[in-house]
């Protein structure tokens, strides 16, 4: 798992971090933009990587907004602070799948990088489960500061 590829960020206060490590450049990975209304209104470009890793720090869970809506499959962390979304997280268990918003990058890509629109709106439950398992990040580490569970 992981590689040689690291990508920090987090939101704009600081309250959530990750650190992102993939097998491949993002040119080979590519960018995703999810046509769901919730997607476009934040202008989210995703990526994710199944032979990578994923790392998240909050340092305040209060300050941590879980948004689930349509299928309610995965928890969409948002900094209630800052208002930034950073990605999107399918929890199974003690396992976790992740697709992280490339606009929290502490570097992001260039806003003309190559996007490749996705609609998923036809996708059962169990579908957009497998799809997730199958090609989102798997999350190594999920940690919280202030020693609250991360909610």
């Not at 990508?7 to 999810?34: I, P, Y």
């Not at 934040?42 to 994923?54: E, L």
């Not at 992280?100 to 990088?113: G, H």
Request: charged share 25%; aromatic share 10%.
């Amino acid at each position: 798992m992981s590689g040689p590829y690291r990508f920090e960020g987090g939101c704009h206060c600081g309250n959530l971090s990750f650190v992102f490590e993939t097998s491949q450049l993002l040119e080979e990975l590519g960018l995703r933009a999810c046509m769901c209304a919730f997607c476009r209104a934040h202008g989210a470009r995703n990526a994710s990587d199944p032979k990578g890793a994923m790392r998240i720090a909050v340092r305040d869970a209060s300050r941590l907004e879980r948004y689930r809506f349509a299928l309610a499959t995965a928890d969409f962390l948002i900094c209630k602070t800052c208002g930034i979304y950073i990605g999107a997280l399918l929890s199974d268990g003690d396992k976790g799948w992740f697709t992280v918003n490339v606009n929290a990058f502490a570097k992001p890509p260039p806003l003309d990088f190559p996007l490749a629109p996705h609609d998923f709106n036809a996708e059962d439950t169990g579908s957009r489960i497998m799809r997730r398992q199958d090609r989102w990040t798997p999350i190594v580490a999920f940690t919280v500061e202030d020693g609250s569970p991360p909610r």
